[in-house]
């Protein structure tokens, strides 16, 4: 039973580490998003100034450049739940395929 309790003590520990981790991942994911963000403005701010330079120069020939994609929408990341997920249902195992050689 003692032996039990270790295993379930020391899965309960490795899952606590798994979540920090998965909660810096995340964060370091959202810093890293918004570095992102913040060039793609700063490069479509960058061109914008150019157009409108070569524009203030040439007001009579055609624009060269093609228009800028319109920037994609970043859907929010999902939270994480507070609670873990339910465990599996217990069902006879299938043998894993062969790995081939």
Do not use: C
Request: aromatic share 4%; hydrophobic share 30%.
């Amino acid at each position: 039973m003692s032996k039990l309790i270790h295993t379930s003590e020391f899965s309960k520990h490795q899952i606590f580490g798994l979540r920090q981790l998965d909660i810096s991942l995340l964060s370091q994911l959202w810093a890293l998003n918004d570095s992102i963000q913040e060039f793609r403005t700063l490069i479509q701010d960058q061109e914008q100034e150019e157009e409108d330079i070569y524009s203030a120069h040439s007001p009579s020939q055609p624009q060269l450049k093609p228009p800028l994609p319109k920037p994609l929408e970043v859907k929010p990341v999902p939270r994480m739940r507070s609670a873990p997920p339910p465990p599996p249902t217990h069902r006879k195992s299938q043998p894993a395929p062969p790995r081939p050689t």
